[in-house]
């Protein structure tokens, strides 16, 4: 089998594109009118060949070889900075951004398929294009034209790196409690002073220089997230002079070992506000949005990736008999002719091209302006690939038995990387208070749950429509209790019984669109659709019965209990 065939599956993704969302009737809209089903084909096409040749290679690599601080400065091997750049050569990085930026023009859909192939292939290299793609969209959305012009088309091109830069060591996920400074100065820059954690990228030598989106408050300004600004610092002033920004540690992580994290210490670094002050945190929502639906993606691309080859490996391993085959000179058959090992396969499979499914749909609701739509499906579309990749990657491993636990095989490094993602930006936990507390509120969960009964009509799908009813009521009943502490106490089995109502709808529409097919794809979308249907929706009914009680358990549970 060709290594490209393991890392996605080029069939899959044109189903998904073009049989299901129909993405080629985009270039109705002006935006992509001068593309073409082959032009998105053509770009795709590139992204699996770049993703084979020039990431797959080194991934193993990037997790046996670290990067390293030596003498104040990160050290990586010498694989990361020739993929990038010719990720960057071959315009993948401004790929869904506007022409007059030196972009494509592409539908984000297509872009996210693309970004898809390099985080299957290798995400710890990847991850370096994904922070500065995210961070250049949002200097396109709030920065003066002056920091845009200087800085955004270095970045696209590969010259220049972007991070975000929001957690500190004390406050972690709860940015109100951040304490970096930012003095104003004369000259109409400000003096940035603090310590950040856990910040990707955050110091390398993969080009000419660094600019990170500092969260941060001006002295005298209101306290808590009001307070917050965004700054521009680089990591090389215009002048060429190196900015007091120290790297002072890196971060040793489980997984995504090929992307450095870092602690920074900015000590009187010169910035630049980005957007109005006191914005700063709307501001970084744009970069952390789009970043959370990457995390989603990521995670989907890695769970798809450890499913083939774990397909691959049932279909070659011999091992046991039939159930009922008693003579063992019997020849032993293929893993897979073994019911439980294609039932870790059909889970995977559903998992897998479920959460691939998911956040392509969310790239089409930005192409064609769904944004309330996109806002509500954001927490589900960054955490529910993350937690059920990661059990399809378990899987994986589980398939590949004793195998599955040693280097050799890439599937225990699959898992090691998809870990990180229930905690990359913003935990289950900080989703699903997101979800329940603020976004079913709004217009955008009516009309998922008007998609989701259309689907269940067209499919007469009884279980479907019986599970988004149920969902409904509890999510009243929840809203009506005037307890926040209470109403959201459960909320991560919220974000959970949610999430896989949704992906279930999605499996439901995907079957829909299979039509008469009989071919093996086809079968296989109604296999892992059925599959969804009987084994995995009916967990979201005890689910929604616990949260329906507003059960205390978590909240009387005393401290020093634990």
Not at 34 to 60: G, I, M, Y
Not at 75 to 88: C, G, I, N, S, Y
Not at 163 to 177: I, K, V, Y
Request: a negative charge; charged letters at 20%; glycine letters at 10%.
């Amino acid at each position: 089998m060709h290594e490209r065939d393991l890392i996605l599956s080029r069939r899959d993704l044109e189903f998904l594109l073009h049989d299901w969302l129909r993405v080629e009737e985009l270039t109705a809209l002006p935006r992509f009118a001068e593309h073409s089903r082959e032009t998105f084909d053509a770009v795709l096409e590139l992204a699996a060949d770049l993703a084979t040749e020039r990431f797959a290679p080194h991934n193993k690599r990037n997790d046996a070889e670290e990067p390293r601080f030596e003498e104040g400065r990160v050290v990586l091997h010498d694989e990361v900075a020739p993929a990038l750049r010719a990720a960057a050569e071959a315009g993948l990085l401004s790929a869904t951004m506007d022409e007059s930026a030196g972009g494509l023009q592409l539908p984000h859909v297509v872009g996210t398929a693309v970004q898809a192939w390099f985080h299957a292939a290798n995400v710890g290299t990847w991850a370096y294009a994904m922070l500065t793609v995210a961070n250049a969209n949002l200097l396109l959305a709030h920065a003066a034209p002056e920091l845009v012009e200087r800085y955004v088309p270095d970045m696209l091109a590969g010259r220049v790196h972007g991070t975000m830069c929001l957690s500190e060591p004390q406050a972690g996920s709860s940015l109100a409690d951040i304490t970096t400074r930012a003095e104003p100065r004369s000259d109409g820059t400000h003096a940035l002073t603090g310590t950040k954690m856990w910040i990707s990228g955050g110091d390398h030598e993969l080009g000419e220089n660094i600019v990170h989106l500092v969260l941060a408050k001006v002295p005298g300004g209101p306290p808590g997230v009001k307070g917050i600004s965004l700054f521009l610092v680089p990591k090389v002033l215009p002048d060429g002079t190196r900015n007091p920004v120290v790297l002072t540690g890196i971060n040793h992580k489980m997984g995504w070992r090929g992307t450095v994290n870092t602690v920074l210490s900015f000590e009187g670094a010169t910035g630049w506000l980005v957007g109005a002050e006191g914005r700063g945190l709307a501001a970084m929502f744009h970069m952390m949005n789009e970043a959370r639906v990457g995390v989603g993606a990521g995670a989907a691309a890695l769970a798809y990736t450890g499913y083939l080859k774990s397909l691959n490996y049932a279909k070659s391993r011999p091992q046991g008999r039939p159930a009922g085959a008693k003579d063992p000179s019997t020849p032993m058959v293929p893993i897979i002719e073994h019911a439980d090992v294609r039932r870790m396969l059909l889970a995977q499979k559903a998992y897998a091209e479920g959460a691939l499914a998911l956040v392509l749909y969310c790239g089409m609701l930005v192409d064609t302006g769904e944004r309330e739509l996109l806002e509500v499906l954001t927490p589900i579309a960054k955490s529910w690939p993350s937690q059920w990749g990661l059990e399809a990657n378990a899987l994986a491993i589980q398939v590949h038995g004793g195998y599955g636990y040693t280097r050799e095989y890439d599937v225990e490094q699959h898992y090691r990387d998809n870990r990180l993602n229930p905690i990359h930006e913003g935990t289950h936990g900080i989703q699903g208070a997101d979800l329940l507390g603020r976004k079913v509120r709004t217009p955008g969960f009516g009309q998922l749950c008007a998609r989701i009964a259309d689907t269940a009509a067209r499919a007469g799908s009884k279980e479907l429509q019986q599970a988004l009813d149920r969902l409904v009521e509890v999510t009243e009943i929840l809203h009506a209790h005037p307890d926040a502490e209470e109403r959201l106490a459960n909320a991560s089995v919220y974000l959970e019984a949610a999430g896989h109502i949704v992906v279930a709808w999605l499996w439901v529409d995907q079957a829909l669109a299979t039509g008469d097919r009989q071919d093996a794809l086809a079968r296989g979308k109604r296999a892992a659709a059925q599959y969804f249907l009987r084994f995995e929706l009916p967990k979201v009914g005890p689910q929604l019965d616990l949260l329906a009680t507003l059960d205390r358990t978590t909240l009387e549970t005393d401290p020093t209990w634990l």
